[in-house]
């Protein structure tokens, strides 16, 4: 039986925290329709999303850390959260596969990697824009992009001053002025210019 993981990050731009990747095995039967990249669902969707695809789905989740991304820089922080994401799904499966009526050793697995670049797994394909067009890539983007931003919510609490809940470590205005003010903080990307 072949089966599909989609792969996407979440993460890559912000000057500060990890960067969030998930891979994602939708069963055969789940409605599709709602699934979209993550960017352009409300937070409210994104969460009634991310529950259903926890319940139904394979799936896998790494983050790497603002210290791996300033030692292997932005891009490769991506692709190894990308492979540690699918060496997640990778344990899950077997039991997923049960509870499915899959026979596991009937499996033929592949993959697609959301953008231009693969991360070292097998048989994985890259697909710029996947996250809106291939629905285990956009189910593997809320994913993603709700814990990180979970994670980010976490931080704001650790290192206040900074604004993390609202802006979750992206570039905005208000984040470059607390840098400024506040100095780093401990979860900045000291390879980010900011």
């Known amino acids: 039986m072949k089966l599909c993981a989609g792969l996407d990050e979440a993460g890559r731009g912000p000057l500060a925290g990890p960067v ?19 960017k352009v669902l409300s937070e409210k969707k994104r969460e009634k999303l991310f529950s259903l695809i926890c319940e139904t789905c394979c799936w896998g989740h790494a983050f790497v850390d ?11 922080a991506s692709l190894l959260a990308m492979k540690r994401a699918y060496e997640d799904m990778l344990l899950k499966l ?6 499915q009526g ?6 033929e697995l592949t993959a697609i990697a959301d953008g ?6 097998p048989d994985c394909t890259a697909v710029v824009k996947a996250d809106a067009t291939v629905p285990c890539v956009s189910a593997a983007s809320i994913i993603a992009k709700v814990k990180r ?18 802006h979750k470590g992206y570039p905005t205005k208000a984040h470059k002025e607390a840098c400024r003010k506040l100095g780093p903080s401990p979860i900045q990307r000291h390879s980010f210019t900011y």
């Open 66 to 76: 603002h210290t791996e991304i300033d030692a292997v820089n932005i891009l490769n």
């Open 116 to 121: 231009n670049k693969v991360p070292d797994i």
């Open 149 to 166: 931003d979970r994670l980010m919510v976490e931080y704001d609490a650790l290192y206040p001053g900074y604004g993390y809940a609202q």
């Open 20 to 38: 969030s990747a998930a891979c994602v095995i939708l069963p055969s039967d789940l409605d599709t329709s709602d699934l979209k990249d993550s």
């Open 102 to 107: 899959i026979l596991f050793e009937d499996i």
């Open 94 to 99: 077997p039991q997923w596969c049960v509870a």
